[in-house]
């Protein structure tokens, strides 16, 4: 038997995930969200979608959108964006040890 | 801002979480599948759909379908599901407790 676990934080409905928190971690690494959707393999719609209803969620914006530029243009994350993700990455780790080592002490006979 | 945690046992395919797991607790107190979907709120196929999803990938059974009988039969757990729903219960309770606790020490400041 096997386990899995999803995490949403969010205010009104569940809105920040694993899903948002690759595409943010992508786009810290390539400087563009564009690329990083494209790198997960998600689309455009899929990849703004879920962006801006975690943002409208949170209150607050999670990937700055520059406009325009020699190279076309870049995006990265706001400082709130970015301390987000931090605690998040920090949390789920934290979670999957306690998780993983909770299964093994009851499931396993 | 909030959180939300949802985890599924499974063999092959997430199959056994929150729905399977009350489902079963209400049959145990009520002795009745029936009773228990409808006490839920839940039609009668979408019980049936996710008991027997969750049975046919655990590969036991959870629930006892006794036929007819003077009141029409009831529905008990079988000894595998009453342990599983044991081990289950146990897992979440401590596993809400860490990540509740876990979510104070790194998301409040």
Redesign the interface.
Known sequence: ???????????EE?SFGKGVAELMRHCQKLGSLSKAYKAMGMSNSKAWKILKRAEED?GFELVNRSIGGNNGGGSTLTEQGEQLLK?YD??MQ??EE??QS??EE??DE
């Open positions: 038997m096997k386990f899995d676990i999803k995490v949403k934080f969010y205010n569940p949170l605690k920090l949390y934290r979670l306690y998780s909770l299964f009851i499931f």
